[in-house]
């Protein structure tokens, strides 16, 4: 994700004159070719986010487009006050891209995890909070992002990830896409993780269980067109994220489903439970101990559907 | 399209409407009950300096985008602004009637720009208004303009970490379109900035990040604006004034009594002040 993030921002500074890069002392060489095309517009702003995050704000407010990349805890919680006063209060447009999001620096242990960023921000008055599921949304997202009037913070994994869209997605900030149809049960989530649901609906699949997937793109501002659509057609729902269980998409969802008037869907949460993370591993370990791999999001459908 | 250059104007007549604004504030701050009156008096000269005399702005087209950019980092010295702006013709002076009135946007501090023409940055929380003004200059950089960045600190300020962040990236990145001013009034709102932070040797500090560091009498006109000059001329660093200023400046009963921080003044205290600031 971060290299298709590092080429669209190439060809984006080829495009905007207005875009500006600031970078938290990170990604050595991979901005290097957005260096060769706007060499004075790329900052590297140290290891200093509160500063870089105000900068960004004034940039926005003299009318440039910057975007604001580094590691997820400390371009969000970090300089959560230059975020709410500089950018959301300003509704200065920057855009805060954070790398390595959830537990995609798992063994780096939980200075790295980031499991309540988009708890906070999503309280914040008009930032979007997004998170896309993979480089196809993150291209389609970034580009909304700078045409937007708002700021954006966006949290994105790391090397790897497969495509999870198909070509006919209509994608972009606030648009939800289904990943696979089903009848049975329907997965919402947002980020790569979803690769891990599409894996548990093939394996229902075997035991006759029909299951859709569904990319929410982010938590805010939420597809309620999608959803109300989809609460009509599917009764069991499962919310999937790689983030802490209080706050994130499944707080957001069902915040909306518990106001809503007309079909009563039946929503199971599933994210990292409500504790810092002490037996470390590798990104896919940690799915698995905390059973938000595969296995375990199957294991939660058979759950859902057999009770 | 170029802001218009400020006009000549003298020394007496810059005294003159420093002994106004101050007059308006402590009027101001009596009927609204609006604290943070020594903060404000500490640095009357210093803003009327740059508005009257610095500043490439013109009030009739506040969002020229060729404008300089002042960012009052000390939000909390908005009741003086407000006075500085209305008397230099961003908005009529009626508009202040309503200060401290519930639902007006004049109260303690800066709101974000489109409320009140000439603010330029929400201050209220320390640490963010240089930050800004540096993103500002960098900005002006980039589409060419002419634009020069200023933002007011206090001493207290100056114990905010992001301060120090924004002086070591101004610095590297050569930024000598950004000039720091300092209200070093030696208070902050429970102690003796000194005592609080060990913020001396200031200027020192500054220098020692890369910028081109001056000492002044902040209250001094002609002081002030050879240290905009000098400021204006460096073409290479970031300039920082450090203003020595008194808190509380032009009320004797105010002045180094750092209870004026929060304190307003009671009827006879008003009175006792204006008797102070008539002119002479």
């Not at chain 1, 063994?107 to 708890?119: F, I, K, V, Y």
């Not at chain 2, 963010?128 to 933002?151: D, K, S």
Request: aromatic fraction near 6%; charge should be negative.
């Amino acid at each position: 994700m971060r290299d298709a993030f590092a080429q669209e921002m190439t060809r984006l500074a080829a495009e905007r004159a207005d875009l500006t890069l600031l970078s938290g002392d990170i990604g050595n060489r991979m901005f290097d070719q957005f260096k060769q095309v706007a060499p004075e517009r790329f900052f590297n702003c140290g290891i200093a986010e509160a500063n870089m995050m105000s900068v960004a704000a004034g940039m926005a407010l003299s009318g440039l487009r910057p975007v604001i990349y580094t590691i997820t805890p400390f371009t969000t919680t970090r300089c959560l006050e230059q975020i709410r006063v500089g950018v959301a209060y300003h509704q200065a447009p920057v855009v805060i891209v954070g790398t390595g999001s959830g537990l995609s620096y798992a063994e780096l242990g939980p200075t790295h995890h980031s499991l309540e960023d988009m708890a906070i921000l999503r309280t914040l008055p008009g930032l979007n909070v997004v998170a896309p599921a993979d480089s196809a949304e993150l291209v389609a997202q970034l580009r909304d992002a700078l045409d937007a009037a708002n700021p954006t913070y966006m949290r994105i994994g790391k090397k790897g990830e497969p495509l999870l869209h198909g070509g006919s997605a209509q994608l972009g900030i606030g648009r939800a896409n289904l990943l696979r149809e089903g009848t049975d049960l329907l997965v919402v989530g947002v980020g790569p993780i979803l690769g891990e649901a599409l894996e548990a609906a093939e394996i229902a699949a075997a035991d006759g269980f029909s299951v859709a997937v569904a990319s929410l793109g982010g938590v805010k501002p939420l597809d309620y067109v999608f959803l109300e659509a989809m609460t009509k057609r599917v009764r069991h729902w499962i919310s999937l994220e790689e983030h802490g269980i209080t706050g994130g998409v499944g707080s957001a969802v069902l915040e909306w489903l518990a106001e809503l008037k007309g079909e009563p869907v039946r929503l199971k949460r599933l994210g990292v439970p409500d504790r810092f993370l002490h037996e470390l591993g590798n990104q896919s370990y940690t799915r698995s101990k905390l059973g938000l791999d595969a296995s375990g999001v199957y294991k939660a459908i058979r759950q859902e559907l057999m009770a | 399209m170029i802001a218009a250059p400020p006009s000549p104007i003298s020394v007496a007549e810059l005294r003159a409407t420093a002994l106004t604004l101050r007059q308006r504030l402590v009027t101001t701050s009596a009927s609204a009950k609006i604290p943070h009156l020594g903060s404000c008096l500490s640095c009357v000269e210093l803003l009327v300096a740059l508005y009257w005399q610095e500043l490439r702005i013109n009030p009739a087209q506040p969002e020229d985008p060729d404008r300089d950019r002042f960012l009052l980092s000390k939000g909390h010295g908005a009741p003086i602004l407000f006075q500085v702006l209305a008397e230099r013709g961003f908005f009529p002076l009626e508009r202040l009637e309503d200060f401290g009135k519930a639902g007006s946007v004049f109260h303690e501090h800066p709101p974000k720009p489109g409320y009140i023409p000439g603010i330029e940055a929400a201050t209220g929380s320390l640490g963010h208004g240089l930050p800004m003004a540096l993103g500002m200059a960098l900005a002006a950089r980039i589409q060419q303009r002419p634009t020069r960045c200023y933002a007011l600190l206090s001493d207290g300020e100056c114990n905010e970490g992001s301060i120090w962040e924004a002086a070591l990236l101004a610095a590297s990145q050569k930024v000598h379109t950004l000039t720091a001013v300092i209200d070093f009034n030696k208070w902050q709102a429970t102690g003796r900035s000194q005592e609080v932070m060990a913020l001396d040797p200031l200027a020192a500090k500054w220098e020692a990040f890369g910028w081109h560091a001056q000492e002044i009498d902040g209250h001094e006109f002609e002081a002030i604006e050879a240290a905009l000059a000098a400021a204006r001329a460096e073409t290479e660093r970031p300039s920082v004034i450090v203003a020595h200023t008194v808190k509380g400046k032009g009320v004797s009963f105010m002045e180094d009594d750092n209870n004026w921080h929060y304190r307003t003044p009671n009827p006879e205290e008003l009175a006792a002040a204006l008797a102070e600031l008539e002119p002479v």
